[in-house]
């Protein structure tokens, strides 16, 4: 156990059995995901919002927070510190109090998988992982890729033949060994767990390794510190793998428990999980009040982020909706295309698919009054609309 971090330990998410962190490791007994605990006394001892004041912003910044032992140097892109912008004239048009956009499309590889990677690789490299693999339709690969470069391990990424071509140009550039699958993304998920035991690459599927998801949870970290320690009524997130959901909602509870947020104001957000019509496992579950999902048949969506058949993580998703009193949508390909379009007119960001998904739920929460204009909301945008040429070429509006 490195002595020199705040963390301690690893726990499964499902049955809380206990792990050590001194070695690398992908699920627990149980084939559920792995939470990474901290001595959060350890924590509130060592940092304090002064000492934070004084770091460059950038999700480093939260070293006390992240699993990485202090003496060894943080492999960085630039990652995090994106900007928290208010949408004034789009929250005025949708009569809401506030409305923000967290623009993580301005990331490292053009979308947020890049604070997740950031970390897990940074953690895979210090444990001594050989080289890295992931399946990827999106923009997984390409930060795996990005960041396996920064430490000089090799990187094998396995995408269907029909991923968009910026995806696999910039695993391509980052001297990824990029393998075009025949098939959908649970057919590369297959090859990549037959290289690991082939081959003793470590895989870095989305919750199938701790640490993606520390990376993920200082956007939580980032909001809380822009909003001044308090914290959003909604917060609207296009949900695939759930790394982010799950990321943030940790971050806000260690934020509590070292006594960082507002007590005064108990407002905890509540959490949306907005998905694709064609492939919602999260929504359906939600919607017929089930702990797991059902994994989704014939999933397609423009939003390769939201392609998530089956997640890992489901039944931390579906808990964390229900005890925020959230709630999980689904908008079609459509209507998250032409939302894309609004909210990078409205705003200035290059809005995702994804990002649109955000703006066409926040649409339908506010018909149906589940959001109301008292709200303070804020919606993700999660990647750059770059990378997207396809979709907004195909005439899904
Ligand atoms: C991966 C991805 C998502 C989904 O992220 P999770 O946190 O894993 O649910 C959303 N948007 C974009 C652009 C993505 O690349």
Redesign the pocket.
């Known amino acids: 156990m490195p002595d020199n971090s705040c963390l301690t330990h690893l726990s499964c998410w499902k049955t809380g059995k206990q792990y050590d962190a001194d070695r690398l490791i992908n699920v627990s007994d149980a084939g559920k995901p792995l939470r990474v605990e901290y001595d959060l006394r350890g924590v509130a001892e060592t940092l304090d919002r002064d000492i934070l004041a004084t770091r460059p912003r950038n999700l480093w910044a939260w070293r006390e927070l992240l699993p990485l032992p202090f003496d060894i140097e943080c492999p960085t892109l630039g990652e995090g510190g994106t900007p928290l912008l208010e949408a004034e004239r789009l929250g005025r048009e949708l009569g809401l109090r506030r409305l923000y956009v967290k623009d993580?499309a301005v990331n490292p590889t053009g979308?947020?998988?890049a604070r997740?990677m950031a970390v897990a690789v940074a953690m895979a490299k210090y444990l001594g992982a050989p080289a890295l693999a992931v399946p990827s339709a999106?923009?997984?690969g390409g930060a795996l890729a990005a960041y396996a470069a920064r430490v000089g391990l090799a990187a094998h990424i396995f995408m269907p033949q029909d991923v968009p071509a910026a995806n696999r140009l910039e695993c391509e550039l980052a001297g990824a060994h990029v393998t075009l699958v025949d098939g959908l993304i649970t057919d590369c998920a297959a090859r990549v767990r037959a290289g690991c035991a082939e081959h003793g690459w470590f895989d870095l599927s989305?919750l199938k390794e701790p640490y993606r998801v520390e990376g993920?949870k200082t956007m939580g970290l980032e909001i809380a510190r822009q909003l001044d320690w308090n914290l959003p009524d909604v917060i609207i997130?296009?949900?695939?793998?759930?790394?982010?959901?799950?990321?943030m909602h940790k971050a806000f509870a260690e934020l509590e428990a070292i006594g960082w947020l507002d007590a005064q104001q108990a407002k905890r957000p509540r959490f949306v999980a907005v998905q694709a019509e064609g492939c919602c496992p999260i929504v359906s579950a939600f919607a017929a009040g089930a702990d797991e999902a059902v994994e989704h048949e014939n999933a397609h969506t423009v939003?390769?982020?939201?392609r998530?058949p089956k997640?890992i993580g489901d039944f931390i998703m579906l808990d964390i909706l229900r005890s925020t009193n959230g709630t999980a949508i689904a908008v079609s390909d459509a209507e998250m295309i032409r939302a894309a379009r609004e909210l990078s007119a409205a705003t200035g960001v290059c809005a995702?698919p994804?990002?649109g998904a955000c703006l066409a739920a926040l649409r339908k929460l506010r018909d149906s009054g589940w959001v109301r204009d008292s709200d303070e909301v804020v919606l993700?945008n999660?990647?750059s609309g770059l990378k997207y040429a396809e979709a907004f070429a195909g005439g899904t509006t």
């Open positions: 993580e979308s947020f998988k997740g999106g923009n997984a989305t993920k997130y296009p949900t695939g793998g759930g790394t982010g959901l799950v990321g939003a390769a982020g939201l998530v997640a995702c994804e990002g993700f999660t990647g």
